[in-house]
């Protein structure tokens, strides 16, 4: 395993995660888009790439990798990066849970109004976590062209 390996890994789970919960959202808070993926059950791809994506880091990393190569793609600074987009994952997904929440219409609360705002928490969530998933490969990107 290699940068350039990890960052194309990371970079298209977390590309196709973001396309797929920006549509969801988009679906979600009433903009018509024309192209459907709803009804084309394309929408568990996402879950799959990053499933796949984990197995294979985590198989490369037992497997794969010689201890020096492992020691250079997660040390330090690699963790740091990490806790600092989980972070900041954490907090903008603790902000957007709020908006989303306090945008609800109240008074014509039913389970179907429920239902959708689980959905936009979800895709939120998603499309937050895809796009530190884009930003952590790029760290990567930048330590393939260093290295």
């Not at 969801?24 to 394309?42: C, K, S, T, V």
């Not at 250079?72 to 903008?92: H, M, P, S």
Request: hydrophobic share 55%; aromatic share 22%.
């Amino acid at each position: 395993m290699t940068f350039f390996k990890r960052f194309l890994v990371l970079f298209i789970c977390g590309a196709v995660q973001v396309f797929f919960a920006t549509y969801l959202l988009l679906e979600l808070l009433g903009f018509g888009l024309a192209w459907h993926l709803m009804n084309h059950d394309m929408m568990f791809i996402p879950g799959i790439l990053v499933f796949l994506g984990s197995g294979y880091l985590t198989f490369s990393y037992y497997f794969l990798s010689d201890e020096q190569s492992n020691n250079a793609l997660y040390d330090e600074f690699n963790a740091l990066r990490y806790y600092k987009l989980a972070t900041a994952g954490y907090v903008i997904n603790g902000i957007g849970i709020f908006v989303l929440y306090s945008m609800q219409d109240w008074s014509n609360w039913s389970f179907a109004l429920a239902n959708n705002m689980i959905y936009q928490i979800a895709a939120f969530a998603w499309l937050i976590f895809g796009v530190l998933l884009v930003c952590f490969a790029l760290g990567d990107l930048r330590e393939s062209r260093n290295g």
